[in-house]
Nanobody
Framework: QVQLVESGGGLVQAGGSLRLSCAASGLTFSRIPVGWFRQAPGKEREFVAAISWIGGVIYGDSAEDRFAISRDNAKNTAWLQMSNLKPEDTAVYYC??????????????????WGQGTQVTVSS
């Protein structure tokens, strides 16, 4: 059974940083692309970043140059490092996984497994 567990969210002041973690189990982590998405109240789920199983990365407009995605296949973990956070970054952040050896995607419906989400709140 595939399980993705996010952690690292919390309350931070504008300009601060957070590092989100996504711990995976029940799959061959080294062969899967991982994506980060976020959803604010009343808004659609938004693509933030993705990393391929061979380490390529793509970012959504919301990430700008402030976020960085990474992974350690030996630890079955992916991270999203967020810097210079803004109040508009406030949302629930989700990690998601696609099937093995598929490509990265910006589209939520192309992901097969999701974590429960972690809340990020940025105060002004």
């Amino acid at each position: 059974q595939v399980q993705l567990v996010e952690s690292g969210g919390g309350l931070v002041q504008a300009g601060g940083s957070l590092r989100l973690s996504c711990a995976a189990s029940g799959l061959t982590f080294s062969r899967i692309p991982v994506g980060w998405f976020r959803q604010a109240p009343g808004k659609e789920r938004e693509f933030v970043a993705a990393i391929s199983w061979i380490g390529g990365v793509i970012y959504g407009d919301s990430a700008e140059d402030r976020f960085a995605i990474s992974r350690d296949n030996a630890k079955n973990t992916a991270w999203l490092q967020m810097s210079n956070l803004k109040p508009e970054d406030t949302a629930v952040y989700y990690c998601a996984a696609r099937r093995a050896t598929t490509a990265m995607s910006r589209i939520p419906t192309e992901y097969d497994s999701w974590g429960q989400g972690t809340q990020v709140t940025v105060s002004s």
